[in-house]
Nanobody, 128 residues
């Protein structure tokens, strides 16, 4: 299995930036995709972005396109989420997730049910 640990959350003013990290351990060689999701109280977990673990292809939700950037450092088994121009509506618990093995949708795999491993989440709060 793959274990995931997120870090980097916190409180930031609107318009500011944060970078989240997700460190992976275990059977990382079987990882196909890494994704970020977010969740606010009373709502379902929402897709944010994905990246092929081998690098290259990425996919973003419309709500974050042009503001967030996902990247990987395979030498460190880490995926990052650079969040810029943050808005109060970005406030949520952010989770990273790993999909082990290929997926039919490729990098456009957005359903949480298609991810096999999840981190514990990190809180991001954007004040207005």
């Amino acid at each position: 299995q793959v274990q995931l640990v997120e870090s980097g959350g916190g409180l930031v003013q609107a318009g500011g930036s944060l970078r989240l990290s997700c460190a992976a351990s275990g059977r990382t060689f079987s990882t196909y995709l890494m994704g970020w999701f977010r969740q606010t109280p009373g709502k379902e977990r929402e897709f944010v972005t994905t990246i092929r673990w081998s690098g290259g292809s990425t996919y973003y939700a419309d709500s974050v396109k042009g503001r967030f950037i996902i990247s990987t450092d395979n030498a460190k088994n880490t995926v990052y989420l650079q969040m810029n121009s943050l808005k109060p509506e970005d406030t949520a618990v952010y989770y990273c997730a790993a999909a082990l093995g290929s997926r039919r949708g490729g990098v456009r795999t957005t359903r949480e049910s298609e991810y096999d491993a999840w981190g514990q989440g990190t809180q991001v709060t954007v004040s207005s």
